[in-house]
């Protein structure tokens, strides 16, 4: 089947770090553009960093900038998203999404993760 699972959440103390994985499973994803997803409690779910198949990242909320980063690992078909310097307002649910055959980051996405937990406390 063609899906995303995704890992890496957890508790982390303010000022901490964590990688997040996202692995294809039925195609390759260093063809596809990810997006990186959260939701934050009583929020509705929103983009916040997005790279395309050249991994070039377009940032969509100034608050992850120099803060996260995407890269990629093509020989485990996974994308991560490292995240340092985090705090509590990073606290959310994180979702991973792909679409392939176009080299900037869409508007729309194929595949979704299902999503993993991030909390941010002392």
């Known amino acids: 089947q063609l899906q995303l699972v995704q890992s890496g959440g957890g508790l982390v103390q303010p000022g901490g770090s964590l990688r997040l994985s996202c692995t294809a499973s039925?195609?390759?994803?260093?063809?596809?553009?990810v997006g990186w997803f959260r939701r934050a409690p009583g929020k509705e779910r929103e983009e916040i960093l997005c790279t395309n198949s050249s991994d070039v990242t377009t940032y969509y909320v100034d608050f992850v900038k120099g803060r996260f980063a995407i890269s990629r690992d093509n020989a485990k078909n996974t994308v991560y998203l490292q995240m340092n310097s985090l705090n509590t307002d990073d606290t959310a649910i994180y979702y991973c999404a792909a679409n392939g055959g176009l080299g900037y980051c869409p508007n729309e996405y194929d595949y979704w993760g299902q999503g993993i937990q991030v909390t941010v406390s002392s």
């Open positions: 039925g195609f390759s994803l260093g063809d596809y553009a």
